[in-house]
């Protein structure tokens, strides 16, 4: 049984098929420019060369309807029949507080996901296009929503609501949802098993630090506080995002430079964070290269970002009480070793010790690694992120019928013996 | 020698009058519906009644023409002669970048507080109409400015700047720049005096919880990184504003509801905060005493801001390193009592172990009160603020030619001897 996983954005969908069997992907890729134009694919089959091919594709229908050409082609495929894909699994970015878990879509579920999708209007309206795209080339498939925000909705009222009117939040829904769910599922799961406790015992702060960031707060193995907000824009430093800053500069630069509501979203998303400060760069490779040659700019991005960082480790240490482990997970939280070593530095008094050593050499998106010393009261770990594993286990076993929600499923990768590939 | 504090609203102007001889306060007062007319003024001098008098002020200068007159009346002054007034002392709220300590007014410094007053269009226009009324009124009479700002220009880099456009921070001064500044500094004076040691030996975090309410980091006796920024919007949780939210919101907002740059301002600063979730109340008495006869919006209101003041606590305490003490001041630090224990309570893992009956009893605004307990690794300290007193101190000292900078001036409150009037 093959599980196909569909990631639809407002101009790409990007796809991954994976053997369920067997354990293994298949292939994977991604079609870009959707709607805009001189659409293309670049589809990814291990132990072959990457394939390109040109095809328009007006609509997200049309891309699901060119993946599905691509791999069922005889030349570049790797399926005989399209009826090899049992099932196929969408990431949807906002699931409001209907969400809690993954489901699989129906047409009440369909209306419940266009419900919310005023709160995340560049996301979710894909999402959507993405699922009826598939649900019409795929008749009779079973089609799963698993979504960014189900993960945090263990979230209490004090935290994910704001001190706003709070008739916004009854009547738009104004309140912190979180993002990076599967992620902060996978790595508190890991972490769990290699600290040898049954999660719902532990107390973990896991750092997703990607292009986007949010940091989570999990108690007893849920989801107690998340650094995003509302929008993927709260919390920390990100990439192109500025993550928290005084609520009153969007209207004072909206005053100051004659900005509308929308030119000031698009600044403070896209040109703030890493890039507003350097100028140049969202990439950390870049800032911690330019910076290691003297770069003013780029110094401060790094000193800011982390000690960004360090200030949400002290922020959750408070939430969770008595903390096991904080985790690193995505790109720069896997790789970016100078930035983890700066937010941690000088958290001693808070039972945290680096092991310089262990984390310089912690620059792998493959392996688990322990970076504080072994007597480090606190153990802080390197583990990459699966979130497609997440996904898939969730289909495969929303298809099986075993499927129940993230504390009381069983995940492969909850065993202690679980080994990735 | 009397010294007379100014402190300029947009339609007010409160003032106090001390002997600086005898140290105590001789008079104190405020006009109220200054510019906007049927304005009055209240007069207190204590042991007498409460005098009001009926008088047109459509400009501070007037304002502050009345009040001089009121002092110096036959029948409800307490000054034979205005000569007897040897400075005056003004509160300006925001120095920008300039203004590093208070300083005495000439034309340089009137210039650049005009230069900031972009930063705090509400509040620096006030007090120049202030500093200029009284200059004009009281001619050849030194006059001293005083800024919220100044205790906290001792920021890192890293912590003032934002993740935003970094042409934002040069072209318009966008960073963070803290506010309270005479509070935070007179009680992490009294609590170094408190514990015996230096002030440039202590971590501490202080908790300024009135209707305002900002935090601060205070590391080696300098503020180090506070929760007010740009403006006093950011932070904690407050009367009527709201704090750290998703800086998305309220560009969301103004969508949604078709608000303004101003209207949107308007409705974060005043609008939200304990009145935005509650709909009824900002002063806490009526939060906890409605609370406690059942109203869920009461109790969550309470929930929030004291789980804001928590994360707040660890943030800090991952910023200052080893914490000697944290101290809670201002109308709501010094007497709500159940909501310092909320955000106190479960930070025995951080070292703080509250004494519940301690916490209960402290609820004064005169006694200085240690509410943990003895054993507690990190101490907290209820401590009574007294802005006033920085206030005319600075004003003393700049006019005795004795005053340097809060490092390195020995105010009397520093002593370990220093007995509170
Ligand atoms: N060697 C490295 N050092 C520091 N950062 C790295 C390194 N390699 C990758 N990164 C960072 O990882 C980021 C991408 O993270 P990733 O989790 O893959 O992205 P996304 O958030 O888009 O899923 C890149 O922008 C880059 O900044
Ligand atoms: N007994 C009390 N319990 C709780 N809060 C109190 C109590 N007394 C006063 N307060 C709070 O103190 C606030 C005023 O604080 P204060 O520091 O005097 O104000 P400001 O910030 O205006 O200087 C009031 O709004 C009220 O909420």
Not at 238 to 250: F, N, S, W, Y
Not at 300 to 329: N, P, Q, S
Request: hydrophobic content about 40%; proline content about 5%; aromatic content about 8%.
């Amino acid at each position: 049984m093959d599980i196909l996983a569909l990631n639809c954005g407002s101009s790409s969908v990007k796809y991954q098929l994976f053997d369920w069997d067997k354990k293994v992907v298949v292939a994977k890729g991604m079609v870009e420019r959707v709607v805009i134009g001189d659409s293309f694919i670049l589809h990814e089959v291990p132990g072959r060369e990457t394939y390109r091919e040109d095809s328009d594709c007006p609509d997200h229908k049309t891309a699901v309807d060119l993946i599905l050409r691509t791999l069922t082609s005889p030349t570049h495929g790797v399926l005989r029949d399209i009826k090899q894909i049992a099932a196929v699994g969408h990431r949807v970015v906002h699931g409001g507080e209907k969400f809690t878990k993954s489901v699989l879509i129906d047409d009440e579920v369909l209306a419940a996901v266009t419900e919310v999708q005023h709160l995340a209007p560049l996301h979710n309206p894909p999402n959507i296009a993405g699922i009826e795209g598939a649900m019409a080339v795929l008749p009779g498939v079973p089609q799963v929503a698993i979504f960014d925000t189900a993960f945090h909705q263990t979230m209490p009222e004090h935290a994910y609501l704001y001190p706003l009117p709070y008739e916004w939040y009854e009547k738009y829904g104004v309140r912190r949802y979180g993002f990076h769910g599967t992620s902060h599922l996978y790595v508190s799961k890991r972490i769990a098993a290699i600290l040898g406790k049954p999660a719902n015992q532990c107390n973990v702060i896991t750092m997703h630090i990607g292009n986007g960031v949010s940091h989570c707060a999990i108690k007893n193995g849920v989801s107690v506080d998340t650094s995003m907000g509302l929008t993927p824009l709260e919390g920390a430093m990100m990439g192109t995002r500025c993550g928290d800053i005084d609520p009153a500069i969007p209207a004072f630069m909206m005053q100051k430079e004659n900005l509308s509501a929308k030119e000031i979203d698009s600044i403070l998303n896209k040109k703030s964070g890493v890039i507003g400060i350097t100028g140049r760069f969202t990439d950390r490779r870049d800032v911690i290269e330019n910076a290691n040659d003297g770069d003013r700019l780029c110094s401060l991005a790094l000193d800011i970002e982390a000690y960004r960082l360090k200030k949400y480790i002290g922020t959750y240490m408070a939430v969770v009480g008595r903390l096991d482990a904080v985790v690193f997970t995505a790109g720069v939280g896997e790789m970016g070793a100078p930035i983890r070593e700066r937010a941690i530095a000088g958290l001693e008094h808070l039972g945290i010790v680096l092991d310089k050593e262990r984390n310089a050499s912690a620059m792998t998106r493959k392996r688990e690694t322990l970076i504080t010393t072994d007597d480090s009261p606190v153990k802080v770990y390197v583990i990459p992120t699966d979130e497609e594993l997440v996904f898939t286990e969730d289909v495969a076993a929303i298809l099986n019928g075993t499927y129940t929600d993230h504390m009381n499923f069983e995940y492969s990768f909850s065993r202690p013996d679980f080994v990735r590939k």
